[in-house]
């Protein structure tokens, strides 16, 4: 990929302001699934108990619902998209504003575009052409990215990272020290699993707070590292514990 200034901040500007550009009709629920329907703009989407779908094209407001998923469709455009006990998919080239789940996962297809990704109990994947304007959060949950750019951070407390072939983070990677306040903490906790695939950049710091086995491609390049050694590797898979 990429990564000229020019071009990044293009997509960040694109990200942060085209949910706001659509109007249309605010839908409202407590019981059942809504749907906005192919190539039309609505206002905001909410529901109490049932998933939202976005179908390829349509233009929505923010999305919100407790007991569901959402799935946003090739092409999709929305403002936020935030659920509780659901998983978030958006297939290729959908844009939107933060995703936010508690117990879910969240995985974006190819050239898609959001302003932030936010989980507790999930894990996060992002496809080839990604592009996250802000941070990468988990708690509870594995992170992967294939040539995708994150502008801001990456940080989780208890998940695997893979930054992927060709990605780009512009901030640093954190791993937060297990408390009892995310889950009982033990005195034989596993180690985490942090890979720099090839040709990937970290440019900010990386910060280890509990033990992790980090793995770099020779082809990478990262920042300072505390709290972990550095394992170089060239091939196509990092080696195993």
Do not use: C
């Not at 954190?174 to 970290?202: D, F, H, Y």
């Amino acid at each position: 990929m990429r990564h000229s200034p020019l071009l990044l901040a293009s997509a960040i500007a694109l990200v942060l302001v085209a949910p706001s550009a659509f109007a249309g009709k605010n839908i409202e629920k407590v019981m059942g699934s809504i749907t906005a329907q192919a190539g039309e703009s609505y206002g905001s989407l909410e529901t109490v108990n049932g998933s939202i779908r976005v179908e390829a094209g349509a233009n929505t407001g923010d999305i919100e619902t407790v007991n569901g998923s959402v799935h946003l469709e090739t092409g999709a455009n929305v403002g936020d998209a935030e659920t509780v006990n659901g998983s978030i998919k958006a297939d290729d080239k959908a844009k939107a504003g933060a995703l936010e789940t508690v117990n879910g996962s969240i995985r974006l297809g190819e050239q898609s575009r959001v302003a932030k990704i936010e989980t507790v109990n999930g894990s996060v994947f992002v496809d080839r052409g990604g592009d996250v304007a802000r941070d990468v959060e988990t708690v509870n949950g594995a992170i992967g990215l294939v040539d995708t750019d994150v502008h801001g951070s990456i940080s989780t407390v208890n998940g695997d990272i893979t930054v992927g072939a060709g990605s780009f983070v512009h901030g640093g990677i954190t791993v937060e020290k297990p408390t009892s306040n995310w889950m009982p903490v033990s005195s034989k906790q596993r180690k985490l699993r942090i890979i720099i695939g090839p040709n990937a950049v970290v440019e900010g710091p990386m910060v280890f707070k509990r033990e992790v086995n980090l793995y770099v491609h020779k082809t990478a390049r990262i920042g300072q590292v505390t709290g972990a050694t550095a394992v170089s590797y060239d091939g196509a898979t990092a080696p195993k514990e």
